[in-house]
């Protein structure tokens, strides 16, 4: 954001009314200028004239100074797209999927070692045996393999 230019016109003699000096400013607002002014001459807190003029390039300032606001209200909603929105879903979906299929091979070892009454561990083995049995043996066996490739694709990902 770029400063406006204030000019403050002020008398340094009270009783010499002709004997005027003007100083510039760079502020944000008026007041900041004239807080300014009263930092750098506290004498003149009490004098009875003082001018602020601001300069017709501020008109320009400000204009640029709003376009800038704009521009930068614009870049973040166009960060925002639906495009952004379906890979984060995606991302999730694929995380979640990878969850899952990593907690096959554990439900697998888990009836191994404990028997068919292990979590979950049992609808796993009965699946895997219906999928081996309404395809043929052989064709089952091949469905198996295409499960374990898809399975290791997704954990090369990782």
């Excluded at 944000?28 to 602020?52: G, H, R, T, V």
């Excluded at 979950?120 to 043929?136: C, E, F, R, T």
């Amino acid at each position: 954001m770029k400063l406006k230019t204030y000019n403050i016109t002020y008398r340094p003699d009270p009783g010499n009314r002709f004997n005027n000096v003007t100083v510039t400013y760079k502020a944000n607002s008026m007041n900041e200028a004239k807080l300014k002014f009263y930092k750098e001459f506290p004498s003149q807190k009490k004098a009875d004239y003082l001018e602020i003029h601001s300069p017709l390039e501020n008109y320009a300032i400000d204009r640029e100074n709003q376009k800038s606001a704009e521009n930068q209200n614009n870049n973040t909603m166009k960060k925002f797209n639906i495009l952004n929105l379906f890979k984060t879903v995606n991302e999730y979906v694929m995380q979640l999927t990878i969850m899952l299929i990593g907690l096959i091979p554990l439900l697998l070892l888990g009836v191994v070692l404990f028997g068919d009454d292990f979590f979950l561990g049992n609808i796993v083995v009965y699946n895997i045996q219906n999928i081996l049995d309404s395809m043929a043996g052989f064709v089952g066996i091949v469905t198996l393999l295409v499960i374990v490739y898809f399975y290791s694709k997704l954990s090369d990902k990782k």
